[in-house]
């Protein structure tokens, strides 16, 4: 079964400070990666996802993720976090050959939180 | 569109009651789901449907039973619930595209949070 670790669990960093959060998965076939994000209050929301191709995607809020298969990775940054960007943060992984739905594997997510 | 919507978004339940959540999406898709959200723990699958009446288990399923009434709807039922099954449940739902389809990306409901004393 696949697995997904997410090392930080809670983050702490000033407006302006640059954000790197850990993902490491298990699968060692093909996979499809997600970062979803939760605001205080609200549903998950896609933050950016790698299906194929350029290995460092760009998803919305000037976050970027990059993959890279030798490390089994897809950690998610952001050069300069905002306020706003306070939340939890969840990776997610699928492989897309196990059938016919999209069955997410989740990692236990890491809560961020930005300080004035 | 309204996306996916849960019902009720807050219940308490004794233990040993039973309940209903419902769900229902209007984006034509496929396949939906059932999480269940605790701290730490991040989302756990409960039950899933890839289409129209199949269901499978999840990683979690346990305590818990779903219908497929239909493409829009996606129901959990707690028959006994139990102090365990206090949680945030999310429902979602995709459109499958393939294996490289943009499609398949879940759209998650607001949440509904449980709680069984």
């Known amino acids: 079964a696949q697995s997904v670790s997410q090392h930080n669990h809670h983050v702490i960093l000033s407006e302006a400070a640059s954000l790197e959060l850990g993902c490491n998965y298990s699968?060692?076939?093909?996979?499809?990666l997600f970062w979803y994000v939760q605001y205080p209050g609200q549903h998950l929301q896609l933050l950016l996802k790698?299906?194929?191709?350029?290995?460092l995607v760009k998803g919305i809020k000037g976050f970027e993720a990059e993959f890279i298969k030798s490390k089994f990775s897809f950690n998610l940054r952001k050069p300069s976090v905002q306020w706003s960007d306070t939340a939890e943060y969840f990776c997610?992984?699928?492989?897309?050959?196990?059938?016919?739905?999209?069955?997410?594997?989740f990692g236990t997510g890491t809560r961020l939180q930005v300080t004035l | 569109n309204a996306g996916v919507t849960q019902t009720p978004k807050f219940q308490v339940l004794k233990t040993g009651q039973s309940m209903t959540l419902q769900c229902a999406q209007d984006?034509?898709?496929?396949?939906m789901y059932w999480y269940r959200q605790d701290p730490g723990m991040g989302l756990r699958l409960i039950y899933y449907?890839?289409?129209?009446?199949?269901?499978d288990k999840g990683e979690v399923p346990n305590g818990y039973n779903v219908s497929r009434l239909n493409k829009r709807e996606f129901s959990l039922r707690l028959e006994s619930a139990a102090p365990s099954q206090t949680s945030v449940y999310f429902c979602?739902?995709?459109?499958?595209?393939?294996?490289?389809?943009?499609?398949?990306?879940?759209?998650f409901g607001a949440g509904s949070r449980l709680t069984v004393l």
């Open positions: 979602a739902s995709t459109l499958e595209g393939g294996y490289s389809s943009g499609a398949n990306v879940l759209t």
């Open positions: 699968y060692g076939g093909t996979v499809n």
């Open positions: 790698y299906f194929s191709g350029d290995p």
């Open positions: 997610a992984v699928n492989s897309p050959y196990t059938g016919t739905a999209s069955k997410l594997t």
């Open positions: 984006m034509n898709h496929n396949s």
């Open positions: 449907s890839a289409s129209e009446g199949t269901t």
